[in-house]
Nanobody, 124 residues
């Protein structure tokens, strides 16, 4: 069973930055594409970013393009989400997700494994 553990969430002022991490265990990490999703209170879960299994392809949601960056280190079994120029509307619980395969899909249903989430609050 794949285990994903997110970290790095917290409270930040608008315009600030945070770096989320997701550590995976019990998995051949390089065989999995990884994604980040978020869910704000009262809203559906939203796609944020994804990265292919080899790290060569990335995919971003429209609301974060140019501000967020996803990266991974297959030797460390870790994927990161660098979040810059944060806005109050970025406030949400951020979830790491994994899917067996290379493609960095933007749909929630494509991912079989999920972490517990880490909360991010951006104050105005």
């Amino acid at each position: 069973q794949v285990q994903l553990v997110e970290s790095g969430g917290g409270l930040v002022q608008a315009g600030g930055s945070l770096r989320l991490a997701c550590a995976a265990s019990r998995v051949t990490f390089r065989a999995y594409a990884l994604g980040w999703f978020r869910q704000a209170p009262g809203k559906d879960r939203e796609f944020v970013a994804a990265i292919s299994s080899g790290g060569g392809r990335t995919n971003y949601g429209d609301s974060v393009k140019g501000r967020f960056a996803i990266s991974r280190d297959n030797a460390k079994n870790t994927v990161w989400l660098q979040m810059n120029s944060l806005k109050p509307e970025d406030t949400a619980v951020y979830y790491c997700a994994a899917r067996l395969g290379s493609n960095a899909y933007d749909t929630e249903a494509a991912y079989a494994y999920w972490g517990q989430g880490t909360p991010v609050t951006v104050s105005s």
